[in-house]
Nanobody, 112 residues
């Protein structure tokens, strides 16, 4: 199983970005997909997940929305009202038949 994340880039504070994560390979079913982010020198932290229902980190509630296109094995993260503190490398993951897979990171930079 491979995960391909895309959609990162440079955006001004208050702007929006949409990240995409496509899962490919031998997939019978995807149990859940999620997004995490990592700051330099810090551990990866949860941003949003569909595991056990849809859950968000408190810092992104009401600004970010996770969604899935089941037919395309794709997850999205719509990020609105971005803040400089959202600057990080974003990673997607997927739970496929009880195994966890990670995509490569995509850098989001929020700066004027």
């Amino acid at each position: 199983v491979q995960l391909q994340a895309s959609g990162g880039g440079l955006v001004q504070p208050g702007g929006s970005l949409r990240l995409s994560c496509v899962a490919s390979g031998r997939i019978f079913s995807i149990n859940a997909m999620g997004w995490y982010r990592q700051y330099p020198g810090k551990q990866r932290e949860l941003v949003a997940t569909t595991s056990g229902g849809i859950n968000y980190a408190d810092s992104v509630k009401d600004r970010f929305t996770i969604s899935r296109d089941y037919a395309k094995n794709t997850a999205y993260l719509q990020m609105n009202r971005l803040k400089p503190e959202d600057t990080a490398v974003y990673y997607c993951n997927a739970v496929v038949e009880n195994k966890i897979y990670w995509g490569q990171g995509t850098l989001v930079t929020v700066s004027s």
